[in-house]
């Protein structure tokens, strides 16, 4: 698996959409990880940090596209207000907690990341998410 992840901060789904065809660049403030998917993390994270289901979270359209086609191509989604608002509020042990779950999680499917890594993907995403939030922006993910 080799993708490219890019979690950055955009005031409007219209802005967010720019990035479609080279990723959000300096233009906004970002993270970049690689090789997991973005999309079912999302809804993982979700999931663990503010309860439901993953099947109902996909009934509802989650994660929300706001460009490209989730066709092997280019794609622009947006955080949930939940999920972003759940990051936000999370304590460091919380996250933690989270992070370690979600490395089980991945293991079950047969994809290997690492404790630390978990815990930085997720810790630095609600760094983010927080920024954004007093900014009154949103958290978008861009995948390649």
């Known amino acids: 698996m080799s993708i490219i992840v890019k979690f950055f901060v955009a005031p409007d789904d219209t802005s967010a959409s720019l990035a ?3 990723g959000p660049g300096r233009a906004f403030e970002s993270l970049s990880f690689g090789n997991f998917d973005p999309e079912e993390a999302v809804l993982e994270w ?26 092997d191509g280019c794609v622009v989604f947006a955080l949930s207000p939940r999920l972003s608002a759940a990051l936000a509020d ?22 290997v990341i690492g404790t630390e890594i ?11 998410v927080s920024s954004a939030r007093r900014r009154n922006q949103g958290v978008y993910c861009w995948v390649a």
């Not at 978990?118 to 983010?128: C, E, Y």
């Open 90 to 111: 999370a304590e460091q042990a919380r996250l933690r907690d989270v992070a370690a779950s979600w490395t089980l999680l991945r293991a079950e499917d047969g994809e």
């Open 46 to 71: 979700e999931c663990l940090l503010a309860g439901g289901s993953f099947e109902e979270l996909v009934e509802r359209g989650e994660p929300r596209i706001v460009a490209g086609q989730d066709n």
């Open 118 to 128: 978990a815990d930085a993907i997720v810790g630095d995403l609600a760094a983010l």
């Open 20 to 22: 479609l065809q080279s």
